[in-house]
């Protein structure tokens, strides 16, 4: 999982985020307090580029997508809020959209799933990643990781 355009291999940051932070995961801290110590980290590690968490513009406009929350729901236009993104603000060049999930969460996985979908069909990211946190007092960590390129 290589992004040549940051020169970052996402599979070497991972593991350094849960070798840093891995106290989030033992303690099953929020999605929140997670996301925002792995953009820290993406942010700590590229150059030249926007890392947001929770943001929810493209460009002035409130950032929409059409996507379905189910298997079977209806495909409607939806509010999104990413967990985090890599961009150029106010600018159409958007390179990676991140979603994650703790495996304490009982929510379905496919809106998240379709929702990085869209992002790169709908709004041109080059790049989406889901990851799936283990939460464990013992052995933290990843359970599963989705990378799509576009």
């Known amino acids: 999982m290589f992004i040549n355009e940051l020169n970052l291999d996402l599979d070497i940051l ?3 985020f849960i070798e840093q932070e891995s106290e989030l995961l033992i303690v099953n801290a929020s999605e929140q307090a997670i996301t925002n110590r792995l ?3 993406i942010e700590q590690n590229i150059a030249n580029w926007h890392v947001d ?3 929810n513009r ?4 409130i950032k929409k997508l059409k996507y379905a929350l189910s298997e079977h729901g209806d495909i409607a236009d ?3 809020v990413p967990d985090i993104i890599v961009h150029h603000r106010l600018t159409n060049e958007n390179l990676l959209a991140i979603e994650i999930k703790k495996d304490t969460n009982p ?4 809106k998240d ?3 990085l979908t869209a992002f790169i069909q709908q ?5 989406t990643l889901f990851v799936d946190f283990h939460i464990d007092r013992v052995n933290p960590g990843i359970k599963d990781i989705a990378f799509v390129a576009a």
Do not use: I
């Open 113 to 115: 799933h379709a929702k």
């Open 78 to 80: 939806r509010s999104v």
């Open 107 to 110: 929510a379905n996985r496919f």
């Open 123 to 127: 709004l041109g990211y080059q790049y």
């Open 14 to 16: 991972l593991r350094k």
């Open 39 to 41: 953009a820290r980290l």
């Open 53 to 55: 968490c929770e943001y």
């Open 58 to 61: 493209d460009m002035y406009s």
